[in-house]
């Protein structure tokens, strides 16, 4: 038997959604013991729940609620952890199988599922990282969610952004600021001194022979203040694509967050 104490149900969404022809509702029925059920062509029947989500939640979760996560229009099954004074409110994601008559919990590639919200085609998992807030956006494929963005320090005025694919990260680099994941854009600088010398490090004693001129555009990728400078780290996609740093007097202005 499932025991939540003081549990909280919240039914968030339900809907019904053509699946292989079958019309789809899963329903929370109780809270202790848990208990679902499913609506399928107007007939109602239990849903099985498996131990081991029973022994893996029981006591931990304060909330159940359905919510269409993956956007297949059949509601998911949310369970979360109370805040409990801190900020990251975390939860466990559970899907119907409509085969075995079940649910079983959905796969996060980047961690977890915490504060989140949906954001376009995105499934956003929010949280607090020592200092900064972080946040995961996850797309759903096949039966789990992937980690397409890693943002972190939002609210910094700069969001370090790593992109990621199947292989993991692919390229990392610096968006704009701001709440709505979809419009936060790549930081693009504009060279503004006549001849604009590339370093390998953020340091005077690293110049390089390559230097870029007025007008050129370059994507900002990080900054740094070292030795009484202010430094940003670029790519430049020329002939050749080209990774250093430069010094943000050379770009007008820049500075780190």
Same mark, same amino acid.
């Given at each position: 038997?499932?025991?939540?104490?003081?549990?909280l149900?919240?039914? %968030?969404?339900?809907? &019904?959604?053509? +699946?292989a022809?079958?019309?789809?509702?899963?329903?929370?029925?109780?809270?202790?013991?848990?208990s679902?059920?499913?609506?399928?062509?107007?007939? *109602?029947?239990?849903?099985?729940?498996?131990?081991d989500?029973?022994? #893996?939640?029981? $006591?931990?979760?304060?909330?159940?609620?359905?919510?269409?996560?993956d956007?297949?229009g059949v509601?998911e099954?949310?369970m979360?952890?109370?805040? *409990? #004074?801190? /900020? @990251?409110?975390?939860?466990? +994601?559970?899907?119907?199988?409509?085969?075995?008559?079940?649910? /079983? *919990?959905?796969?996060?590639?980047?961690?977890?599922?915490?504060?989140?919200?949906?954001?376009?085609?995105? =499934?956003?998992?929010s949280?607090?990282?020592?200092?900064?807030?972080?946040?995961?956006a996850?797309?759903? $494929?096949?039966?789990s969610?992937?980690?397409?963005y890693? &943002?972190?320090?939002?609210?910094?005025?700069?969001?370090?952004?790593?992109?990621?694919?199947?292989?993991?990260?692919?390229?990392?680099?610096? /968006?704009?600021? #701001?709440?709505?994941? @979809?419009?936060?854009?790549?930081?693009?600088?504009? %060279?503004?001194?006549?001849?604009?010398?590339?370093f390998?490090?953020?340091?005077?004693?690293?110049?390089?022979?390559?230097?870029?001129?007025?007008?050129?555009?370059? =994507?900002?990728?990080?900054?740094?203040?070292? @030795?009484?400078?202010?430094?940003?780290?670029?790519?430049?996609?020329?002939?050749?694509?080209?990774?250093?740093?430069?010094?943000c007097?050379?770009i007008?202005?820049?500075a780190?967050p």
């Amino acid at each position: 038997m499932m025991r939540f104490g003081l549990l909280l149900i919240f039914l %968030v969404c339900f809907s &019904d959604i053509v +699946v292989a022809g079958d019309k789809l509702r899963l329903n929370i029925k109780s809270e202790d013991p848990l208990s679902l059920s499913v609506m399928k062509e107007g007939s *109602e029947k239990a849903v099985i729940i498996p131990h081991d989500l029973i022994l #893996g939640t029981e $006591e931990i979760y304060s909330s159940v609620a359905l919510d269409d996560v993956d956007g297949d229009g059949v509601g998911e099954v949310i369970m979360t952890i109370p805040v *409990e #004074g801190g /900020v @990251n409110s975390c939860s466990k +994601v559970f899907r119907y199988d409509s085969e075995q008559n079940t649910v /079983v *919990e959905m796969k996060f590639s980047g961690g977890g599922l915490c504060n989140y919200r949906k954001d376009g085609r995105y =499934l956003v998992s929010s949280y607090r990282d020592a200092a900064v807030w972080v946040e995961d956006a996850y797309v759903f $494929e096949g039966d789990s969610f992937y980690l397409a963005y890693k &943002d972190k320090c939002v609210g910094c005025g700069y969001i370090f952004r790593s992109e990621f694919d199947s292989r993991g990260v692919i390229v990392e680099y610096l /968006v704009s600021d #701001g709440e709505n994941l @979809n419009k936060r854009e790549p930081v693009v600088f504009s %060279v503004s001194s006549g001849r604009a010398y590339i370093f390998s490090e953020p340091s005077m004693r690293h110049r390089s022979k390559k230097y870029l001129v007025r007008g050129d555009k370059v =994507l900002a990728l990080d900054f740094s203040n070292s @030795n009484g400078e202010s430094w940003v780290k670029i790519r430049f996609n020329g002939k050749v694509v080209t990774e250093g740093w430069l010094l943000c007097t050379d770009i007008g202005q820049c500075a780190a967050p």
